[in-house]
C-alpha cells in the first residue's frame, strides 16, 4: 500500500481516537480546548460536531450543509445550551436572549429534550463561529476573549451580542475572516 494511503488511515484513526475521547457531554473544554487536535479535524463540519459534543447525540455523521438543517428540523437537545454557553463564557440568561428563548422554557426541559428547529438552528450558526473563532484566533480562550471585546469594526460592540441572528452571525464570521487576513477588524 502506498505511503499516502498510510498517512491517510493515520489522520483518520487519530481523528477517530480525538472525537471518542472528548465525545462526553460533561467534558465542556473537549477538543475546542486543543488547538493541535481542533486542527486536525479535516473539515469545518467535524469542528462543529466537536464544539456540539456531537458524537454523543447524533444519529449520523454531519458531511454537509444537508445534515445540519436536518439537525435543526430534528432540534438539539437542551444540554447542548449548557455546553455553548460554557464555551463562550455566558450566563443562561445571555444563552436564552441569543436563542430568543425565555430562561424558564430552558430551564423546564429536561437535558435529552430536543429544541424547536430556531433555537437549534442558532446554537448550530453559533458553533460554527466558535468553530471558526478557535481557528483563526488559536483557542478557546483567546476566542472567548475577542467574544467580549468592543471591536471598532463592529461599531464599538460586541461580538457576542451580534450572535442572535443569522445576519450578526455573517457579520462576526466576515469579521474573522478579515482578521485571518490580516485586515483591520
Not at 430551564?107 to 471558526?132: F, G, H, M, P, W
Request: include cysteine; aromatic fraction near 10%; charged fraction near 25%.
Amino acid at each position: 500500500m502506498s505511503l499516502q494511503f498510510w498517512t491517510k488511515w493515520s489522520i483518520f484513526v487519530t481523528n477517530v481516537v480525538i472525537m471518542e475521547k472528548y465525545s462526553s457531554k460533561d467534558s465542556t473544554q473537549g477538543i475546542a480546548s486543543e488547538p493541535e487536535a481542533f486542527y486536525r479535524l479535516e473539515n469545518k463540519y467535524d469542528r462543529i460536531s466537536s464544539i456540539l459534543g456531537a458524537p454523543t447525540f447524533l444519529e449520523t455523521k454531519i458531511h454537509s450543509d444537508l445534515d445540519l438543517i436536518e439537525i435543526s428540523r430534528k432540534g438539539l437537545p437542551k444540554f447542548v445550551v449548557y455546553r455553548i454557553g460554557e464555551l463562550l463564557n455566558v450566563s443562561m440568561d445571555k444563552m436564552s436572549s441569543l436563542l430568543h428563548v425565555s430562561h424558564r422554557t430552558i430551564q423546564r426541559k429536561s437535558d435529552k429534550d430536543l429544541l424547536n428547529t430556531y433555537s437549534s438552528e442558532q446554537i448550530l450558526e453559533i458553533a460554527e463561529v466558535i468553530s471558526r473563532g478557535i481557528e483563526v484566533l488559536g483557542t478557546i480562550e483567546a476566542f472567548t476573549a475577542w467574544c467580549h471585546a468592543e471591536l471598532p469594526g463592529l461599531g464599538y460592540k460586541k461580538p457576542i451580542d451580534f450572535l442572535d441572528t443569522t445576519f450578526g452571525t455573517n457579520m462576526v464570521l466576515a469579521t474573522l475572516g478579515r482578521i485571518e487576513y490580516g485586515v483591520f477588524a
